[in-house]
C-alpha cells in the first residue's frame, strides 16, 4: 500500500533530499473553469523546487503550452476526462505528443458532440486509453456530486486502473479517506494532487518519489513506490460562493474584507477569475455545480434552486438534475 500523510509537504526537505515531488491533478485556464495561468504555474513549480501535471477538463491546450514553455521541469502531460454520465477520469502520458494524437483522434470529435461531457461510458474511456498505452487512474472516486465514479454508480473493471489517488485537494477529508481505503482493499497505487484551479493552491498536495523520469515515475506510483502528502483546502469553491453573492446581494458588511483576502490569495490572477465568472455567466456555474455540489443522496451541500433552474434550460447538463433534485 502507498504510504500517506494528511499534512502539507517539506519544500526544503525534499529539495535537500533530491527527491521529486510532483502535483499530480492541477487545471489551467483552459479548463472551463480554470483560471491558472500556464506561465505561472510553471514559475511557481520551479519556485517551490516541485513538478505538477497538466488536467484540463476535455482540453490539452494547456498540456501544449507548457510542453513549450517549460524549461527542465518536471512536467507530466494528462488530461481529466469527463464520461457522458458526469465521472472523470485521469489520463497521463510520457509524451506531450502522444497524448495530442490520441486527443485530436477520439476526445476533439466527440466534443463538437457535447464539451462538456464526452459520450462515452468511464469503462470506455478506460479501455480506449489504456489501448493506447497511457497510464490511467480514477480521480476523486467519493468526490462530490457525480464526479467521483464511486458516487456516480458506473460500472467497471478496477482491476484495469493504473492508480486510485487517495488524497485530492478539492475534496473533503471523509472523501480521500474512503478513497485511501478502497485503494488499499483494491491494491492499487495512489496517486494525489491538489485539483487546484488556479495557481495560489498549487503544490499543497504532492506525489512523491525519487524516479527523476517521469516514466519511472508513473511506474513507481502503479506499484506503491511512492508517498503521497498533503491538505485539503478548497479555496476556489469558497471564492466562488463569495463572488456570486457578492454580484447578486452586493456589498454588505464584512463582505470587502472577504472580498479582498481572496484578491490577496489569487493575485494577478483574480481579474482573470472576475473576468471568466462574468463572461461565461452560467456556464461556468455548471461545470462548478457538477464539480461541487453534493447530489440528493449526499446532502452535505445542497444545490440552490436557480442553479436547478440553470440545469434545466441547458442541454449538456440537463442529464444531471436526476442526481441533484
Known amino acids: ?27 489551467t485556464e483552459y479548463s472551463m473553469d480554470g483560471i491558472s495561468r500556464v506561465d505561472n504555474a510553471l514559475r511557481k513549480a520551479k519556485n517551490l523546487g516541485i513538478g505538477f501535471a497538466v488536467t484540463d477538463h476535455n482540453e490539452i491546450k494547456g498540456v501544449i503550452k507548457a510542453e513549450k514553455l517549460k524549461k527542465n521541469q518536471f512536467f507530466v502531460p ?11 477520469i485521469l489520463v497521463y502520458s510520457t509524451h506531450a505528443s502522444n497524448l495530442i494524437d490520441f ?22 474511456l478506460l479501455d480506449l486509453a489504456k489501448s493506447n498505452g497511457f497510464f490511467v487512474g480514477v480521480p476523486h472516486p467519493f468526490g462530490a456530486g457525480i464526479t467521483g465514479v464511486k458516487n456516480s454508480g458506473e460500472k467497471f473493471n478496477v482491476k484495469k486502473v493504473d492508480f486510485i489517488e487517495g488524497i485530492n485537494g478539492a475534496c473533503l477529508r471523509k472523501m480521500n479517506i474512503k478513497a485511501i481505503d478502497w485503494a488499499s482493499q483494491a491494491n492499487k497505487g495512489m496517486s494525489a494532487g491538489t485539483d487546484a484551479h488556479n495557481t495560489s493552491e498549487m503544490g499543497k498536495i504532492l506525489c512523491i518519489s525519487d524516479s527523476s523520469s517521469i516514466e519511472n515515475f508513473l511506474k ?105 433534485s
Open 103 to 124: 486527443y485530436d483522434k477520439n476526445i476533439k470529435p466527440l466534443r463538437k458532440i457535447n464539451p462538456f461531457f464526452i459520450q462515452k461510458t468511464f469503462a470506455e
Open 1 to 27: 500500500m502507498t504510504k500517506y500523510y494528511l499534512q502539507k509537504p517539506n519544500f526544503k526537505k525534499l529539495q535537500k533530499e533530491s527527491i521529486t515531488g510532483v502535483d499530480m491533478h492541477f487545471h
Open 220 to 324: 513507481g506510483i502503479k506499484s506503491s513506490k511512492n508517498v503521497i502528502c498533503g491538505k485539503e483546502e478548497n479555496l476556489f469553491p469558497e471564492a466562488i460562493d463569495m463572488l456570486e453573492r457578492y454580484i447578486k446581494e452586493g456589498e454588505k458588511q464584512g463582505m470587502k474584507k472577504e472580498l479582498l483576502n481572496y484578491k490577496t490569495r489569487f493575485g494577478t490572477e483574480w481579474p482573470y477569475f472576475k473576468k471568466k465568472f462574468e463572461k461565461m455567466g452560467s456556464h461556468f456555474h455548471h461545470y462548478y455545480m457538477h464539480h461541487h455540489y453534493s447530489t440528493k443522496k449526499e446532502g452535505e451541500r445542497p444545490i440552490k434552486e436557480h442553479h436547478l433552474k440553470w440545469l434545466k434550460e441547458h442541454k449538456h447538463f440537463s442529464h444531471l438534475l436526476k442526481h441533484f
Open 78 to 88: 494528462g488530461i481529466e476526462i469527463t464520461s457522458k454520465i458526469g465521472s472523470h
